[in-house]
């Protein structure tokens, strides 16, 4: 899956919502997400990872699609010039 | 960009010395770079914005290879039973 493809499916998917919570609240729940994605790695099963690391790049492209930034622009920088 | 693409590339960059780290220190890492991007959220410019998603993707996907886990799994449970 493009990594495009996968922000414009939480576009679909969540955009109406997130434009509504507004900026400051995702941030908040892209916290919670890596709080738990933490939790998971420190004493969850494989699957339980799997599934927050689904939740913070959820999250994380919910937060891009509210700025008006592509994930993939800010992937590509790793391609051009990796630090 | 395919997600699994983003994913190698991080792997063939930084593996050898995410491995080094270990998985607490990525974790720890991942936070730090999340303040980052909260922050640019709040005061900084798109630039910023878009830089800090870029880190914030790219310790995400360190941290899924150090699990030994795929990004594009993860993804994928938002394109068949999304919450």
Not at 28 to 43: F, P, S
Not at 60 to 69: I, K, T
């Amino acid at each position: 899956m493009e990594i495009a493809e996968f922000q414009g499916l939480m576009d679909n998917l969540y955009g109406e919502a997130d434009r509504e919570r507004g900026i400051p609240s995702t941030v908040a729940w892209l916290c919670e997400e890596l709080g738990e994605l933490a939790q998971a790695v420190r004493k969850g099963t494989q699957a339980d990872q799997l599934h927050e690391l689904g939740d913070v790049l959820a999250w994380l492209a919910s937060l891009a699609n509210q700025l008006g930034l592509s994930l993939e622009d800010a992937a590509q920088r790793y391609v051009d010039t990796p630090p």
